[in-house]
């Protein structure tokens, strides 16, 4: 899945209160067609809604509170009152789980207990989305508590707020944490992830403000293999590691007129196969940090040749919609949480993103200590994380051939963009990729920060940047095996180099790499 495609994909979701993409978003293969065929068993896959009891009605049930504890309220990015329909009766189990985390810290000692509040408690903007940004300078007019917090989705396409970590930072709304990572507990919270999730809310200063729920903004690209195809045509998956293995077995499905590997055309990361990020549209090496025209790179040229070949030879689909049993595989970007992302074939770069979605300690808050107490144990402890990620079985899920599948009535906290604790170190349910652990150490090893990151540029140069960019975009198609009105890679490579000259590249490149120096020694 492309990273747009993911995305809009996200954004819809959160929008209609699901938890995750659609069971079949992310899987191809073995992992799409192992569903049984009965109806009445593919509705277990998707929520399983049999366990004896209705839904629960969450506005009778009671959260504990402890007179002799702090309490601390986590403003949540779940607004799970767009969850339930007539056609849809799901609902979030969100006072049980509650409950439960709070039985576990009462018993194991904390002097602490939690509220987790659902940014749709509040009513203030009855039948629209609102970020949380909104509900949490709402709480602070209204002098509400709020100690710990999540900056929410960036929704700047639908009429909210985009980058929403670096609006907290610039409000003064998030407390910087490096003391508190001095701690056993922050130690044990840092040590954690890798350095490059916090580099990502890492400000000017050097101070973090936050966690993000977002670990793979680096993205690898994976050769994300289909089973069933690969079983049907003999295909030894360890064996495969690079485009190149996977050609005798791609001309297998030519011969039979089927297309075995899918690029999709809303993947916007085909530059990391020649070892390039980007910066504002232009392409940096990687390897010796500097800008340069990616047309005229060797390995580049390599990579744009062994795709052609492959188009010309019948191999490649830029079609998502194609069957998931017509091809043998695609290239996609990690997505560790989410699919088996083992086989990388690139290294993936931090760039300039917004950030989105990041969890950190209220400036507000009277708590402070406290609350990164609560916040380091929900990302390092298992069994809490758990509780949330998972809830009772029996209750929250139910194991069916060893796979946890949710109770559309009684959902556990299972996003791994939104859940209150760390879904990494969660038990997987059906959702999840059943090897995210493993998974996600690959990608932080493989995954490196741009040697752009952070610069900013004259106004002029980002004008000039500009010109080049929009060139690089209608020539993107090259990575994919899309050559427009050319005949030819040659012809379009031609056609490409003879418009960026026009566009100034050469001066851009020299201006941006000047820039960069100066920067880079600062």
């Known amino acids: 899945m492309g990273k747009k495609e993911y995305l809009a994909c996200l954004i819809s979701l959160v929008m209609l209160g699901l938890t995750a993409c ?35 009605d969450v506005e009778t049930a009671e959260s504990l509170t402890y007179e002799n504890k702090t309490k601390i309220v986590y403003l ?46 509040f009513d203030f903007k009855t039948g629209e989305l609102y970020p949380n940004m909104d509900v949490y300078e709402s709480m602070l ?56 999730v916090w580099k990502q809310t890492t400000c000017a200063d050097g101070m973090i403000y936050g966690k993000t729920t977002d670990y793979t903004l680096a993205q690898p690209l994976v050769l994300l293999l289909n089973g069933d195809v690969c079983n ?16 005798p077995y791609l001309q297998s499905l030519a011969d039979e007129g089927k297309r075995g590997l899918l690029l999709d055309s809303t993947c916007e990361l085909y530059y990391e196969m020649a070892g390039f990020c980007r910066y504002k549209g232009v392409y940096i090496n990687a390897e010796t940090g500097l ?90 402890d298992e069994e809490l994380a758990n509780i949330i990620y998972n ?20 959902l556990p906290f299972y996003d791994v963009a939104a859940t209150m604790t760390n879904s990494i170190i969660a038990e997987s349910n059906s959702q999840d990729n059943q090897s995210k652990r493993e998974n996600i150490a690959i990608c932080w090893e493989h995954s490196e920060v741009s040697p752009f990151y952070g610069l900013e540029v004259s106004d002029d140069l980002a004008e000039k940047l500009e010109k080049t960019a929009a060139v690089y975009d209608d020539f993107y198609g090259l990575f994919y095996g899309d050559y427009g009105e050319y005949q030819s890679l040659d012809e379009a490579l031609f056609a490409a180099n003879e418009q960026l000259k026009a566009a100034g590249i050469d001066e851009v490149l020299n201006e941006l790499n000047e820039q960069h120096g100066k920067f880079d020694k600062e």
Do not use: H, W
């Open 22 to 56: 659609s069971d079949n978003a992310n899987k191809t293969g073995s992992e799409v067609s192992s569903g049984t065929s009965s109806a009445e068993e593919k509705d277990y896959g998707y929520g399983f809604d049999k366990f004896g009891f209705s839904r629960f």
């Open 76 to 121: 949540t990015n779940y607004d799970t009152t767009f969850t339930t329909t007539d056609d849809d009766p799901r609902i979030y189990d969100e006072i049980y789980i509650e409950n439960t985390v709070n039985e576990y810290l009462d018993k194991n000692g904390y002097d602490f207990y939690v509220d987790f509040v659902m940014n749709g408690e």
């Open 141 to 196: 007019k209204n002098n509400e508590q709020v100690d710990i917090v999540n900056t929410g989705l960036g929704m700047s396409a639908l009429g909210g707020y985009g980058d929403t970590f670096n609006l907290f930072v610039e409000r003064g709304y998030l407390e910087p944490l490096n003391d508190y990572f001095q701690t056993d507990s922050g130690k044990a919270f840092y040590d954690g992830f890798d350095g490059i």
């Open 232 to 247: 049907e045509y003999g295909v030894n998956t360890d064996d495969i590691q690079s485009l190149e293995d996977l050609e």
């Open 291 to 380: 800008a340069e025209n990616i047309f005229e790179n060797e390995k580049a040229l390599k990579y744009l040749k062994t795709v052609y070949e492959y188009s010309q030879n019948g191999y490649i689909s830029n079609n998502v919609d194609i069957a998931n049993d017509a091809y043998i595989c695609s290239l996609s970007p990690a997505m560790p949480l989410y699919y088996d992302s083992s086989k990388i074939v690139s290294s993936g770069y931090l760039q300039q993103e917004e950030l989105n979605g990041v969890v950190g300690i209220s400036s507000s808050s009277k708590n402070k200590e406290t609350a990164f107490e609560l916040l380091a144990l929900l990302n390092t």
């Open 391 to 410: 809830g009772a079985e029996g209750r929250n899920y139910a194991v069916k051939d060893g796979e946890k599948y949710p109770n559309k009535n009684a």
